[in-house]
């Protein structure tokens, strides 16, 4: 749906999770987009993550545009990408 648009997804796990469980539970459910560990805390620290889930996401400019705590519903996170990937 975003694919020609330039949207992309990228899954971080917390470093205070389990990265093989982790693994399995996107393994398990078929995630479509890659998943990594944050084995440094870069990311963790970079973006303030202090709870997950959590929802990032970034213009095409890399800036961040809209920050969601919790689980966030289909219909929101569309409405979010079509605001942000109309800007383009």
Known sequence: MFKDRGVSFLGV??????????????????VPYAVGHDEGSRITALYHVDATPITFVLDPEGDVVFVHRGKLDLER?????????DKK
């Open 13 to 30: 796990n917390v470093p205070w999770d389990n990265k093989w469980s982790a693994r399995k539970f996107a393994e398990d459910r078929k």
């Open 77 to 85: 996170l569309t409405a979010v990408l079509e605001q942000v990937s």
